[in-house]
């Protein structure tokens, strides 16, 4: 992937909803696994959610499971992040990310990444 572009972060109350998108350049999206991290502020980056390259297989953090749904659509080469039931702990820069080989939480593993989208969640 040449480029990945994030969109859809924005404010939103406890209890609400967000989608967030990733748009990838380049003619190899279905050949790379796709993963969305977070970043808060005086935190490390952490893996929120990953696809597989058949978008079969998805894999989630434990504290996001039953609440974020992560997809991708082939045809616009873009993977998103369904975002309900958010929480205050959930603010952070979300980052997507891409990479060659199978399903990785582990973040120098990813050899493509977006500028990060900001999602704040008010109490």
């Known amino acids: 992937q040449d480029q990945l572009v994030e969109s859809g972060g924005g404010l939103v109350q406890a209890g609400g909803s967000l989608r967030l998108s990733c748009a990838a350049s380049g003619r190899t999206f279905s050949s790379v696994t796709m993963a969305w991290f977070r970043q808060a502020p005086g935190k490390e980056r952490e893996f929120v959610a990953a696809i597989s390259r058949s978008g079969g297989t998805t894999y989630y953090q434990e504290s996001v499971k039953g609440r974020f749904t992560i997809f991708r659509e082939y045809g616009k080469s873009t993977v998103y992040l369904q975002m309900i039931s958010l929480k205050p702990e959930d603010t952070a820069i979300y980052y997507c990310?891409?990479?060659?080989?199978?399903?990785?939480?582990?973040?120098?593993?990813?050899?493509?990444w977006g500028q990060g989208t900001q999602v704040t969640v008010s109490s």
């Open positions: 990310a891409a990479r060659r080989g199978g399903y990785s939480d582990y973040v120098p593993e990813y050899n493509y």
